[in-house]
T-cell receptor, first 114, second 113 residues
Framework: ETGVTQTPRHLVMGMTNKKSLKCEQHLGHNAMYWYKQSAKKPLELMFVYSLEERVENNSVPSRFSPECPNSSHLFLHLHTLQPEDSALYLCASSQVRTGIYEQYFGPGTRLTVT | QKEVEQNSGPLSVPEGAIASLNCTYSDRGSQSFFWYRQYSGKSPELIMF????GDKEDGRFTAQLNKASQYVSLLIRDSQPSDSATYLCAVNGGGGSNYKLTFGKGTLLTVNP
């Protein structure tokens, strides 16, 4: 595996379900990000983990819960979602200590909430 | 509120022409500027980044940065139909949040054969 991987690629869930999105980066980076991309809107940063510590939480509803067990893995736990949460969820990683801040994205999880 | 503005397009150019994509940003403390390409149904792919004023060339792509005008652009020479995609401009936060990128809404580019 190379780059940033995400599973599942597609997810359909009901409003009462609990599911988790998984992200893994194989780039040796030390920061990971969750973004939400909805139609006609710019990418919205949800969470940032740097050195496994959450450093950013952009007023995201508590029905989204991130987890970063180590610098290579990132999860987004989902529960009691709303239809408006249907979107493309993107994971990204970067190296923040060396002055290189480019972010590399995974393929995304297309989430549909019914 | 840090903002990144892009013309949403669509921008339509004939094959072989130069496509010019523009972006303005509000945070004067921003230090790094990125261009991502996103094909329909796919995730963003980094194609260029620039840190210093002036031009940076990579193959058919040239990024231009003018910090005084808070303006960054991407030129695509000899445009190909495969360049048809949405181009996202991203700007880093500057200061203590330089790991954080703010994205524009993107410009849809169509290259006509």
């Amino acid at each position: 595996e190379t780059g940033v991987t995400q599973t599942p690629r597609h997810l359909v869930m009901g409003m009462t379900n609990k599911k988790s999105l998984k992200c893994e980066q194989h780039l040796g980076h030390n920061a990971m990000y969750w973004y939400k991309q909805s139609a006609k809107k710019p990418l919205e940063l949800m969470f940032v983990y740097s050195l496994e510590e959450r450093v950013e939480n952009n007023s995201v509803p508590s029905r989204f819960s991130p987890e970063c067990p180590n610098s290579s893995h990132l999860f987004l736990h989902l529960h009691t979602l709303q239809p408006e949460d249907s979107a493309l969820y993107l994971c990204a990683s970067s190296q923040v200590r060396t002055g290189i801040y480019e972010q590399y994205f995974g393929p995304g999880t297309r989430l549909t909430v019914t | 509120q840090k903002e990144v503005e892009q013309n949403s397009g669509p921008l339509s150019v004939p094959e072989g022409a130069i496509a010019s994509l523009n972006c303005t940003y509000s945070d004067r403390g921003s230090q790094s500027f990125f261009w991502y390409r996103q094909y329909s149904g796919k995730s963003p792919e980094l194609i260029m980044f620039i840190y210093s004023n002036g031009d940076k060339e990579d193959g058919r792509f040239t990024a231009q940065l003018n910090k005084a005008s808070q303006y960054v652009s991407l030129l695509i020479r000899d445009s190909q139909p495969s360049d048809s995609a949405t181009y996202l401009c991203a700007v880093n936060g500057g200061g203590g949040s330089n790991y954080k990128l703010t994205f524009g809404k993107g410009t849809l580019l169509t290259v006509n054969p």
